[in-house]
Nanobody, 117 residues
Framework: QVDLVESGGGLVQSGGSLRLSCAAT????????MGWYYQAPGEKRERVAT???????DYADSVKGRFAISRDKAENMVYLQMDSLKPEDTGVYYC???????????WGQGTQVTVSS
């Protein structure tokens, strides 16, 4: 059974920081591109950042220079360091995995991030 379990969300003031974590089980972590997506109320889910099995990172333009994605292959963890948070970053953040060989995707349940102005 595949589980992606997010943690680290919460309420923070504008300009503050949060670090999201995602614990992955049931997948071959070393073969997965891992990512973070977010969904604002009433909006579609959008990509925030991804990190490939080889460590290549990619970011949405809106978070470049503010967010950083990383992974720990030994612990099967992926992180999203979020700095200089803005109210428009508010939403539910989802961990996502994508097997680079099979194309099989998986989603976590999400963690709420709220940035107050």
């Amino acid at each position: 059974q595949v589980d992606l379990v997010e943690s680290g969300g919460g309420l923070v003031q504008s300009g503050g920081s949060l670090r999201l974590s995602c614990a992955a089980t049931g997948i071959v972590f070393r073969l997965e591109t891992m990512g973070w997506y977010y969904q604002a109320p009433g909006e579609k889910r959008e990509r925030v950042a991804t990190i490939s099995s080889g460590g290549r990172t990619d970011y949405a333009d809106s978070v470049k220079g503010r967010f950083a994605i990383s992974r720990d292959k030994a612990e099967n963890m992926v992180y999203l360091q979020m700095d200089s948070l803005k109210p428009e970053d508010t939403g539910v953040y989802y961990c996502h995995s994508y097997n680079e060989l099979s194309g099989q995707p998986h989603w976590g349940q999400g963690t709420q991030v709220t940035v107050s102005s």
